[in-house]
């Protein structure tokens, strides 16, 4: 059975960092791309950051270049967001996801998580 577990959201002030971390169980995931998409309250699910199965090629969204970095441990299953510069406007539900390739389009990956809270306090 495949398990997707986020972890380190949290509360945290204007202008911090915080890490998340994702790991993935059940099978290996090594060939698959791995990404985080976040939803705020009211809103639809939006695309983040993915990056593809060997960590050679990464995707952002324009709301969080320059301040957000994905990176992945394949002997851990294990992919990361690590988010600097934090605004209130990041404030979300952060999910993590698992796809054959790199994708802004949640349709596109088949394994998801429940989710993390992040929240950013101005």
């Known amino acids: 059975q495949v398990r997707v577990v986020e972890s380190g959201g949290g509360l945290v002030q204007a202008g911090g960092s915080l890490r998340l971390s994702c790991a993935a169980s059940g099978r290996t995931f090594s060939t698959y791309a791995m990404g985080w998409f976040r939803q705020a309250p009211g809103k639809e699910r939006e695309f983040v950051a993915a990056i593809n199965w060997s960590g050679g090629s990464t995707s952002y969204a324009a709301s969080v270049k320059g301040r957000f970095t994905i990176s992945r441990d394949n002997a851990k299953d294990t992919v990361y967001l690590q988010m600097s510069s934090l605004e209130p406007e990041d404030t979300a539900v952060y999910y993590c996801?698992?796809?054959?390739?790199?994708?802004?389009?949640?349709?596109?990956?088949?394994?998801w998580g429940q989710g993390t809270q992040v929240t950013v306090s101005s």
């Open positions: 996801c698992i796809g054959p390739w790199v994708s802004h389009d949640t349709v596109e990956y088949d394994y």
